[in-house]
């Protein structure tokens, strides 16, 4: 107890501290739970209410806690947040207390909160309710949560020290070095191996070793040791040996040259992991970091673990030499080796990035970007900052001022490749104290990848993704074709820069980007909430005097609200196996719609040099018109997606006969009022990316779907019509057997 007798008893009506004046006041109004006992005051000016608690523990307590605990509350001059004590010597070990220095009494953790948050609802009632409530989770063994550390922790050292993940493990022969990463504040500290110091860094500040706590030896910390002497016998006691394995390294770094003269000149630094163990003994896969820093220098530690020698006649720059033969290590010098403590906080890196974005571990999937643009550049980045993908990214096009508006890069990057600079940006997220995500960047066009065909080649031979980011049709179709393994995936806006669109493909490549792209505009065709879709166009600003040197008008908080959501379902899509379409719409006053097609299964049909795909809901569509006319014929036009050098032909939607049309149960004529306007319509709401493709129709039932004389003839009409375009003649058959496919191409 001779800690308390630091503290002078008081009468309770002598209490200046205002929080002590209210705590005693309301103790009165509650004599059933608690009784004020005393009055201390420190000769610092701090002041301490003596009090009785009586606990409410049940009759088999899961730890010795009596009815009635004497407790401590102690309060600052300044009313910082009262510190609640045992006055029993031998109160049990329990979770939640504090960690305080050897030869202080136990302390609760009643509020983790900071105090500037707690004080604004802080009351006496409040506290008695919160040290009432400890005690009885305590006597049940309901303290702890399992995914926190057995012991909270209060920083006795302004300190604030970085550490890589990679610092905890293979460091036997690494050489750590810590350095400030601000002029203006000293007490933060980055940790990293000797060779990735960045040069102007200063180096002089610390020296960090790094153990680990093997989780069947964790035990909580009680007490914060508060000499090196007593550090070792803490860690000793869980399965760490530090003494040995300090005077290997001190004699390791011992030199007499100038070169050595910083590092056995700067203090000491053990970094201490400990595994997080639930009170049951599970084992959540947490790890608590902490770090004991010596007031002494590494020199002065050496001398008292007796492997150096102090430089007495000041040959040596260092002012150490090593001591040979080597000393036992003195004890008086060794408890000299006073250490402050400080909580180590973990750099961040993908791992760490994927804990607080809510995931168990960082995604590792190789991913190739194509388009290093507004879009590209605002996903990546998000992306990045929750743990996923390893990243290429390709781009030839340069930085611009115009581009500033809506992209996450600055000023200094205009000129700039966009992809090496967007690179070296989203390293900068990781680096130096972790590698960075980007490991390649390609400065190309994909479509003309010139001198760097092969970079790119093998890039995408590699990707576990590929994303088209590129804003481009073309680039999307060519990275769809592309025969390598990679899921794809596509991330664009819509021209008024109102939605954004995501299209991936499922793992196993069943359905392509250009399958995806083609049900894209059949939703837009017939989903109403997207008629503006594709039509909307923003306001045009020219940003040089060249005819194509235009730009929309578009605020970066809406490319990033857009981008934003993006990020979040390609995330999404791409952790799940199978295919996705999805479009979030922005409102003018803010709200989100979104819009997620079910993605229909495609058959595809080779004929005559030519790929025909159809879907399920477009062949659906086929159906439900010819049963709606049985026993008559029915059929129409059909529009679609047309790649010509591709020689590629995607069914978009099948259209219903015009009111002219005539079918009978052995034949059908397809009527043409008001088709050329439904067609252009059509063609209109999605930009021309739709056209008229050839014809449908129904066969009578029991009849087989082979084409009669009639429909041939009126095939090759078609096919000599629209090889004007270039294209062949397409008829598609419906009947009891299915859906025939018919080409016909004009040579």
């Known amino acids: 107890m001779a800690w308390i007798d630091e503290w002078a008893v008081i009468a309770i009506d002598d209490l200046v501290t205002r929080q002590a004046r209210a705590i005693d006041a309301y103790m009165r109004t ?14 610092a000016g701090p002041e301490m209410l003596l009090v009785d608690i009586r606990t409410g523990v049940p009759q088999r307590p899961v730890v010795p806690i009596e009815r009635i605990e004497r407790i401590g509350i102690a309060l600052g001059a300044d009313e910082a947040m009262p510190f609640v004590v045992m006055i029993r010597e031998d109160f049990p070990d329990t979770e939640h207390q504090q960690l305080v ?30 040290v009432h409530l400890w005690f009885r989770r305590a006597a049940r063994g309901e303290l702890h949560d399992p995914h926190q550390p057995v012991d909270p922790f209060f920083g006795l050292s302004p300190l604030k020290i970085v550490v890589p993940t990679s610092v905890l493990s293979g460091t036997d022969d690494v050489e750590l070095v810590g350095f400030r990463t601000s002029d203006d504040d000293p007490d933060v500290l980055m940790v990293l191996p000797v060779d990735s110091m960045p040069r102007s860094a200063d180096a002089s500040r610390i020296i960090p070793v790094a153990y680990t706590v093997p989780p069947e030896r964790m035990t909580r910390m009680r007490r914060a040791p508060r000499d090196l002497a007593a550090l070792a016998a803490v860690l000793s006691d869980r399965g760490v040996a530090i003494i040995p394995d300090l005077q290997e390294r001190v004699r390791r770094w011992a030199g007499s040259e100038a070169k050595d003269r910083a590092r056995l000149n700067g203090a000491l630094a053990l970094i201490v992991a400990m595994p997080v163990v639930a009170p049951n003994g599970d084992l959540p896969g947490l790890i608590d970091l902490r770090v004991f820093i010596t007031q002494k220098t590494v020199g002065e530690v050496g001398v008292a673990l007796g492997v150096l020698l102090p430089d007495q006649d000041a040959n040596a720059a260092s002012g150490f030499v090593r001591a040979i033969p080597s000393r036992d290590v003195d004890g008086m010098q060794l408890t000299g080796c006073v250490v402050e403590m400080a909580q180590v906080h973990r750099a961040f890196d993908a791992g760490l990035a994927a804990t607080l974005g809510g995931r168990q571990t960082a995604d590792a999937r190789k991913v190739v970007m194509v388009g290093a643009g507004a879009i590209g550049s605002h996903v990546a980045e998000s992306l990045v900052r929750e743990g996923r993908y390893e990243w290429c990214i390709v781009d030839d096009d340069r930085l611009l001022p115009h581009n500033l508006a809506r ?21 900068a997220v990781f680096q130096p104290t972790a590698a960075g995500p980007v490991t390649k960047v390609i400065g190309c066009n994909v479509l003309r990848p010139g001198p760097h065909a092969d970079d790119l080649g093998d890039a995408l031979a590699q990707a576990a993704v590929v994303i088209d980011a590129s804003a481009s049709v073309a680039a999307s179709r060519h990275l769809s074709d592309l025969d390598v393994p990679g899921r794809r995936a596509s991330i664009f806006f819509n021209p008024s820069a109102e939605a954004a669109v995501v299209l991936v493909e499922p793992e196993d490549r069943s359905t392509t980007l250009r399958d995806l792209e083609a049900q894209y505009y059949r939703s837009v065709l017939l989903i109403p909430a997207l008629e503006r879709h594709l039509t909307a166009t923003g306001e045009r600003f020219a940003y040089t005097g060249a005819c194509r040197a235009v730009t929309n008008r578009v605020p970066e908080t809406r490319v990033a609200l857009l981008s934003s959501l993006a990020a979040m379902g390609l995330a999404r899509a791409l952790d799940a196996p199978g295919p996705s379409i999805g479009i979030w719409t922005l409102a003018a006053d803010g709200g989100v719609s979104v819009t997620a097609p079910v993605v229909s299964p495609i058959e595809r049909h080779r004929l005559v040099g030519w790929e025909i795909t159809i879907d399920a809901e477009a062949r659906a569509a086929m159906v439900a018109m010819r049963e709606g006319a049985l026993p008559a014929e029915t059929g129409g036009s059909v529009i679609g997606v047309v790649d010509g050098s591709a020689r590629k032909i995607h069914i978009v939607e099948p259209l219903p006969p015009p009111p002219d049309s005539r079918g009978t149960p052995a034949a059908f004529e397809r009527g043409v009022e008001g088709l050329s306007d439904h067609v252009t319509g059509k063609m209109a ?3 021309d990316m739709v056209r008229y493709v050839g014809e449908w129709h129904s066969h009578p039932s029991r009849h087989p779907v082979d084409p009669s004389p009639t429909d041939i003839v009126q095939l090759c009409h078609t096919a000599i019509d629209t090889a004007l375009d270039s294209l062949p003649g397409l008829s598609l058959i419906l009947g009891d057997d299915g859906l025939n496919v018919v080409l016909a191409e004009k040579v």
Not at 108 to 113: N, S
Not at 407 to 427: D, E, F, I, P, S
């Open 30 to 43: 509650a004599p059933d739970i608690a009784t004020v006992v005393e009055a201390r005051r420190h000769p």
């Open 101 to 130: 220095p050897e030869g202080f009494p136990s302390a609760m953790c009643i509020d983790d909160r900071p105090w500037d948050e707690a004080r604004l609802t802080w009351s006496p009632a409040e506290l008695l309710q919160r």
């Open 407 to 427: 992209h996450t890069l600055g000023a200094m990057q205009v000129g700039q490749v966009k992809a090496a600079a967007l690179g070296h940006h989203l390293n």
């Open 685 to 687: 709401r999605v930009m």
